[in-house]
């Protein structure tokens, strides 16, 4: 006789911890933005950007990921974010109990947007659910246009794509209509934005997204 012994994924701990962060987040009226990508796609620029473009009007807040190191977190506290690191020492993604650490120790008087930052990577952060209230999936044009096709699950949980370094574009051989293609494929209710944060170029289409989905 085959002895069946069933166990719950270690994942749904997370998903009823998530749950309760995003209703404490919704009372308080803070609307959260789960961000996801490779190392170095620009997510602490585009941050940057983001938070100053709507300061002081929107406070803003930041969970910053990484591995080691508050570089990221100093950056964004200087563009006017209030800020807390989370260092995971090699963790490859973010959890819920993580975040929930952070919000404990987080002054959110009057905060309205929440800004997760999490760990660079394409693949572990796609799976885990934070308690946010929409998800950004970032590709920089220097990654190439088949890493939609590679790492398929960071589109399909997206609510927002955004094709970031456009300025480089044409020395990456990037295919932005590919790109945008094979991304609706996938998604086809994903908004795509491609822009430069050196730029600034596209920077207001994401500044609008961000206004109608978390405003």
Not at 26 to 55: C, D, M, V, Y
Not at 81 to 103: I, K
Request: net charge negative; with cysteine; aromatic share 6%.
């Amino acid at each position: 006789m085959v002895r069946i012994k069933v166990m719950k994924a270690v994942s749904a701990k997370n998903d009823e911890i998530a749950a309760g962060i995003r209703a404490e987040l919704a009372e308080q009226g803070i609307k959260a933005l789960n961000i996801i990508s490779s190392p170095g796609s620009g997510k602490t620029t585009l941050l940057e950007r983001t938070i100053a473009h709507f300061a002081p009007e929107i406070r803003s807040a930041v969970i910053v990921g990484d591995p080691f190191t508050a570089n990221d977190a100093k950056r964004l506290e200087i563009a006017g974010g209030n800020a807390f690191q989370l260092n995971t020492e090699g963790s490859c993604h973010l959890t819920a109990p993580m975040v929930r650490a952070a919000l404990d120790e987080m002054n959110l008087s009057g905060v309205k947007l929440l800004f997760i930052e999490n760990i660079g990577n394409l693949i572990c952060p796609a799976a885990w659910y934070l308690g946010e209230t929409a998800r950004a999936t970032l590709l920089s044009v220097t990654e190439g246009t088949d890493k939609v096709d590679k790492y398929r699950r960071a589109f399909l949980i997206a609510h927002c794509v955004v094709i970031t370094k456009t300025d480089l574009a044409p020395s990456c051989d990037f295919d932005l209509e590919k790109a945008t293609t094979d991304i609706q494929s996938l998604n086809s209710s994903v908004t795509v934005l491609p822009l430069s944060a050196t730029t600034g170029e596209g920077l207001d289409a994401w500044y609008d997204w961000v206004q109608q989905h978390l405003l």
